[in-house]
């Protein structure tokens, strides 16, 4: 839907995206099922059917929306990174938060990520052009890819904010109460000041980690994106919690 002419039922939508989340085997749909079945949810695919019979445009389309959970295993989650919202050109972003999958190409905010991990991860010793575009292998790890909006107004960032407000909630309401059964955090990492409005609503068994967003290296035309080591830091929590660490 970025865009398309249809207009779905908005309780057909909920069923087809559980169905795919189910579909996906990463164990999401029973966690994000009292969403998907949700008034909140039906009210968040009316929005953006509204959108498109104005023909507003949003990305990434409805079928990718979820896709950093339908790539994440739940059994395997371990870190949560959460940016701002997707790449609002049309057709570049694709679902995983900060990933340039379907182009390829990569977008500044993440030349800035992989020149931060080839400096502070690798000491220079590989070279950043050669990371994947495609983040797909992160989220494989047990990293969940996350927005604080899982869609934008193409062209526009930080359009729907609001609108994806009550999932993100209930989502992190979710995973706090996970991991307090599972007597084990998750680590987060939060990129930028948007991102980091969220901390309040996790429970104090939760590890949190910051960052500015790379987005804003990039506004400033700054030579590198300074990433407070992130990355190192979200191995050594790894590390102290018993849980392997990501192959950046």
Same mark, same amino acid.
């Given at each position: ?42 009210? /968040? ?6 959108? !498109? ?43 995983? =938060? ?9 977008? =500044?905010?993440?030349?800035? /990520?992989?020149? =931060?991990? *080839? ?13 994947? *575009? ?19 107004? !193409?062209? &526009? /960032? ?23 059964? =599972?007597?084990?955090? /998750? ?27 790379? *987005? ?20 050594? &929590? ?11």
């Amino acid at each position: 839907m970025e865009n398309t002419t249809q207009h779905p039922d908005a309780n057909a939508y909920a069923e087809k995206m559980y169905k795919m989340l189910k579909d996906s085997n990463t164990g999401w749909h029973d966690l994000l099922k009292g969403f998907l079945f949700s008034e909140d949810f039906v009210n /968040i695919i009316k929005a953006l059917e509204n959108m !498109v019979s104005e023909d507003v445009r949003f990305t990434p389309p409805l079928r990718l929306v979820f896709r950093a959970f339908m790539e994440c295993p739940i059994d395997k989650l371990k870190v949560v990174v959460v940016g701002q919202d997707p790449y609002p050109q049309l057709g570049v972003a694709d679902g995983i =938060a900060f990933s340039c999958g379907n182009t390829g190409k990569k977008e =500044a905010s993440l030349r800035y /990520i992989h020149g =931060a991990i *080839a400096r502070t991860v690798y000491d220079n010793s590989v070279d950043p052009k050669e990371l994947t *575009a495609d983040l797909v292998e992160w989220s494989r790890q047990g990293i969940l890819m996350l927005n604080t909006s899982l869609t934008t107004e !193409v062209g &526009k /960032i930080g359009k729907h904010f609001a609108l994806w407000d009550p999932f993100i909630k209930y989502l992190i309401d979710m995973l706090n109460s996970r991991s307090l059964i =599972a007597q084990k955090p /998750i680590i987060w990492a939060f990129f930028g000041k948007k991102a980091q409005e969220l901390e309040d609503l996790l429970d104090d068994s939760q590890v949190i980690l910051r960052a500015s967003h790379p *987005a804003s290296a990039a506004y400033a035309k700054e030579k590198q994106w300074d990433c407070n080591d992130i990355f190192n830091k979200i191995n050594e &929590k790894l590390e102290d919690n018993d849980y392997t660490k990501i192959l950046w």
